[in-house]
């Protein structure tokens, strides 16, 4: 008997050499250490050996168990060592989808690099906004006849923050001018993009939700030219050299005086389309000097401080700059018009 001890210790040690993965162990493991294994058939047949060897026989039976496990159970945390970094190159690979930027976040990045490059400092500013930002301080008071037109989609304010003025979703990013000139003083060089809201019907060039750019400057000796400058050097830039830009007056109550600004279509070239309605013209932004009731609404002395301001619709220039002529497609969220853009 004690000979099949030696022979079951020398077999395990075999059989564990050749041992190559975790499930060629755990069937060793299995195979004398299970209910049914080896080791356990021993154990069954100690009441059959004669009394004087059987406690030296279970001794060494017991030894060869504790060692047969150990050693097992060295081996097993060696194989989990190796399965934690173990990468089967012969698998198949994960078929990853890639996403790619929104043609909107394209053109914001490419208006915002543009003014940065003319001395332009970017700046964020609250969605949720009141009357008085996007409102009063823009000199457009309660009864003056442009608030049918922007209007918004009015909140709840149920901590009364703003028990005089009702909050509201901002209808122009024209409340970061306000906001930025409150808190600084000039010579100021800001623009703020973001999304406004306009309680306008949804069709293929107008939206309830969209972005805008507003941009402002404000230093001593400002005038108009310093507007016509910096607005035809972004035009070139974002739509080639070979367009024209045009500056019609107009009228903004923020802005005196205020004018809207043309380019040459970029469909026909100027010489008349669909497109631009057989004009030739695009209208693209509009723009003006500050109103001297703006600057004084925020403390600054328009004996002292001239400004201009600009505000641009991104859909607009997105849907000239890549041919899409239907505002919706920007937000069906259609990955078929979406992964054309890089």
């Known amino acids: 008997m004690f000979q099949e001890l030696d022979k079951l210790e020398k077999d395990f040690y075999q059989e564990l050499e050749n041992t190559k993965t975790a499930l060629e162990l755990s069937d060793i493991k299995t195979k004398y250490l299970g209910r049914k294994g080896l080791v356990a058939d021993f154990l069954k047949q100690i009441p059959s050996i004669a009394a004087d060897k059987r406690r030296d026989f279970g001794s060494r039976l017991n030894n060869i168990k504790k060692s047969i496990a150990d050693i097992i159970d060295e081996k097993e945390k060696k194989f989990s060592k190796i399965s934690e970094h173990f990468f089967d190159i012969s698998l198949p690979g994960s078929n990853y989808k890639v996403g790619t930027r929104h043609p909107i976040t394209i053109t914001i990045e490419r208006i915002n690099d543009i003014f940065i490059g003319l001395g332009f400092k970017i700046i964020e500013s609250p969605e949720i906004e009141n009357e008085y930002y996007n409102f009063q301080a823009l000199n457009i008071p309660l009864e003056h006849p442009s608030r049918d037109v922007f209007d918004t989609f009015y909140l709840e304010d149920p901590l009364k923050k703003d028990p005089k003025y009702k909050r509201l979703l901002r209808s122009q990013t024209s409340t970061a001018q306000i906001r930025a000139m409150e808190k600084q003083k000039p010579p100021l060089q800001i623009l703020a993009p973001g999304k406004v809201y306009r309680p306008d019907a949804t069709d293929a060039s107008h939206s309830f939700m969209f972005h805008q750019v507003e941009g402002f400057m404000v230093d001593k000796g400002i005038n108009f030219s310093h507007l016509k400058g910096v607005l035809s050097k972004f035009l070139v830039e974002m739509f080639g050299n070979k367009i024209k830009t045009r500056f019609r007056p107009h009228y903004f ?65 997105a849907m000239l700059r890549y041919g899409i002529n239907d505002i919706r497609l920007f937000f069906d969220n259609d990955v078929r018009m979406l992964n054309q853009f890089k």
């Open 253 to 317: 109550p923020f802005t005196e005086p205020s004018a809207e600004v043309d380019i040459s279509c970029i469909i026909c070239k100027g010489a008349g389309c669909s497109v631009c309605g057989q004009k030739g013209w695009l209208e693209i932004l509009g723009s003006g000097m500050i109103n001297p009731k703006v600057l004084k609404e925020v403390g600054y002395d328009s004996g002292k401080w001239q400004g201009f301001a600009f505000g641009m619709g991104v859909e607009r220039i």
